[in-house]
């Protein structure tokens, strides 16, 4: 039994108590994490890339130049200009190229081809066309822009909108494959959230975390904080804790050599402390971690004219640089599919547990600038020395997976 304490009281209000110095953004930033190269990653959410705009963001510590061409197609640009190093975001984009404000280079920017180069006369033999720009195939789904980052040093990778009239060459006797799918094909699958339904409504969710990806996706798996991070009236009160026992088992994905393997919490009744998944009746929730950075949870219940309600989500933990992550929430569900303020009220009360989240990870943040040391118990932390594990054996190619079968873990939460 738990031993029953006095009234806690917080020791500070970091708004009230905290001197600035210890407040202050960390001077020097916490532990890097390695980083997972040749997968796709959010970059941002393709809605604010109307036809011709652009936008910078920064991935696994690249400088990125996002875009939409006129005809709709998007692109993703290393922001530095193959010539002299210039960011092209600090040149022009006219709807179809980007040009370089330092000697005018003019670069196709869904597959990074020079097209000019101002400054070349009749004397010169320098083909502008053999050069290229740093371009990531980007895909739009789920409401972002998916952007592939490779490996350093595999070479130019084509982007899948771009020439999407091109026929390449395929077997004798197949149906021609065209360029963008073809560029596909030897890429991983580009990550979706399941939808169970073709009516639903969906909402998204950001947050900046000041540690590296490592602690914000050990912390999107902990099972043990909940009951200290996520008090609220309308999520759970702390009192609430009670012990719980789950069963895993692993995602091998043979398929692809493991490349995005992780687990799985079985079908299981979701908390029965958490209010708002009383809403649905009796659900069934399965929740899957897979590398390199994705938990989709999804809850299904059938009531009793047999029409199925769900809920699915899909939370990505995203290097921005090796010490500094960014956490994207996308939900979507049929629940009250036609009620108008759902979404507002979903977003909001969203908003709050995410933040509760990030609060948590920015006051962590100040603590890791010093290096502790840090532990993993047993149960409640083994799904993240899964994690550990499985991200290891991805950057070696070593190793078997820590799971080797079906397993139930013990906590209290
Ligand atoms: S640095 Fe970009 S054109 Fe010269
Ligand atoms: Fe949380």
């Excluded at 969906?202 to 912390?219: E, F, M, R, S, Y």
């Excluded at 059938?302 to 929430?329: M, Y």
Aim: glycine letters at 8%; a positive charge.
């Amino acid at each position: 039994m738990a031993k029953q304490h006095a009234r806690m009281r917080p020791i500070l209000s970091p708004e009230r108590d905290c001197p600035a110095e210890i407040l202050a953004a960390p001077a020097a930033a916490g532990p890097p994490a390695e980083m997972v190269f040749g997968d796709w990653y959010p970059a941002l959410r393709s809605g604010r890339l109307r036809p011709g705009s652009t936008a910078l963001t920064m991935l696994l510590g690249i400088p990125m130049l996002l875009g939409r061409k006129q005809d709709g197609a998007l692109f993703a640009l290393r922001d530095l200009c193959p010539h002299r190093g210039i960011p092209l975001s600090a040149g022009w984009f006219d709807g179809e190229s980007v040009q370089c404000k330092y000697h005018g280079w003019r670069f196709e920017p869904c597959s990074g081809r020079c097209e000019e180069i101002p400054s070349l006369t009749r004397f010169d033999h320098l083909v502008p066309q053999k050069i290229y720009a740093n371009a990531f195939p980007v895909v739009e789904r789920d409401g972002y822009a998916w952007v592939y980052v490779p490996s350093a040093g595999v070479g130019r990778m084509p982007s899948p909108d771009y020439e999407p009239d091109s026929k390449s060459k395929s077997e004798p006797g197949s149906e021609p494959v065209s360029q963008p799918q073809a560029a596909l094909r030897n890429l991983p699958p580009i990550p979706e959230l399941p939808k169970f339904s073709s009516r639903y409504r969906a909402a998204h969710l950001q947050a900046d975390l000041p540690c590296n990806v490592d602690h914000g996706i050990i912390g999107l798996m902990d099972p043990a904080h909940g009951p200290f991070v996520h008090r609220a009236w309308w999520w759970r009160r702390a009192a609430s804790i009670h012990e719980k026992t789950k069963r895993f088992e692993p995602i091998e994905d043979r398929e692809h050599g493991g490349r995005n393997a992780g687990f799985r919490m079985s079908a299981h009744a979701p908390s029965s402390n958490s209010a708002p998944y009383k809403l649905l009746g009796k659900p069934v929730t399965t929740i899957d971690f897979v590398l390199p950075n994705r938990r989709y949870e999804t809850i299904r219940a059938v009531n009793a004219k047999g029409r199925e309600r769900w809920f699915a989500s899909l939370t990505t933990v995203t290097p921005v640089t090796p010490t500094s992550c960014r956490i994207d929430v996308i939900a979507a569900w049929n629940i009250a599919y036609h009620l108008p303020l759902v979404t507002p009220i979903a977003r909001y009360f969203g908003a709050k547990f995410v933040a509760q989240d990030q609060r948590t990870m920015v006051e962590q943040a100040r603590g890791l600038r010093f290096h502790p040391g840090l532990m993993l118990i047993d149960d409640a932390d083994l799904p993240a020395k899964w994690y550990f594990a499985l991200k290891q054996r991805r950057l070696t190619g070593e190793g078997d997976h820590p799971l080797c079968g079906p397993v139930e873990l013990h906590w209290r939460s």
